[in-house]
């Protein structure tokens, strides 16, 4: 079965501090995977896509199939980086099945 | 662009009364969710809408009924509602295409007392 495993509910660092939100998966087949993320009393939004190769708002994330990981990762954290992350996978294969597979989230808190 | 709406916002019920969410999209999307958020548990999926005309059951939908209306709409019901069920709610919406994002409501936050 697939899944999403955030090992950290929180994540707590300094502004200006590296920071790194870890995602591994399981999933034998081409995954889809994203980072959303949820401001306090936000709706979810995506923030980065592994198809898409790109940075936002400082972010990146690497798919790493080697080791099923898809890690989120900033050099240098902002206090309006403070908020809660989500990975999610979906089926490469899936066809018409649009459905996501969730983490359970990581609430990450920079501090001033 | 609206995107996708929910409404209410905000809601309290009794311990056995019902209500119904509803969630609309005006970005022409195939497909439709209803999740729900709980401390802890992230985002567990209620029931979803592939396509028009179509429902099919996520990981936690036991208490819950949703309809389908049309390619826009997609409410959720609550037939008797269970303190359990306090919860915040998020629809969302998503096309068929490869890589596409889904688009999340703001939520409703539910209380049953």
């Known amino acids: 079965a697939q899944r999403v495993t955030q090992p950290e509910k929180l994540l707590s660092v300094f502004k200006g501090a590296p920071v790194e939100l870890k995602c591994n998966y399981s999933y034998s087949g081409s995954p889809e995977l994203f980072w959303y993320v949820q401001y306090s009393r936000q709706r979810l939004q995506l923030l980065l896509r592994h198809i898409s190769r790109e940075s936002i708002k400082g972010f990146t994330a690497d798919l790493n199939k080697g080791e099923t990981s898809f890690h989120l990762k900033k050099p240098f954290a902002q206090e309006e980086d403070s908020a809660m992350y989500y990975c999610?996978?979906?089926?490469?294969?899936?066809?018409?099945?649009?459905?996501?597979?969730w983490g359970l989230g990581t609430s990450l808190a920079v501090n001033p | 662009n609206a995107g996708v709406t929910q409404t209410p916002k905000f809601q309290v019920l009794k311990t056995g009364q019902s209500m119904t969410l509803q969630c609309a999209q005006d970005m022409n999307h195939n497909s439709m969710y209803w999740y729900r958020q709980d401390p802890g548990m992230g985002l567990r999926l209620i029931y979803y809408s592939a396509s028009e005309g179509t429902t099919d059951k996520g990981e936690v939908p036991n208490g819950y009924n949703v309809s389908r209306l049309n390619k826009r709409e997609f409410s959720l019901r609550l037939e008797s509602a269970a303190p359990s069920q306090t919860s915040v709610y998020f629809c969302?919406?998503?096309?068929?295409?490869?890589?596409?994002?889904?688009?999340f409501g703001q939520g409703t936050r539910l209380t049953v007392v």
């Open positions: 969302a919406s998503s096309a068929w295409d490869r890589s596409t994002e889904a688009f």
């Open positions: 999610a996978l979906r089926r490469g294969d899936a066809g018409n099945n649009r459905k996501l597979i």
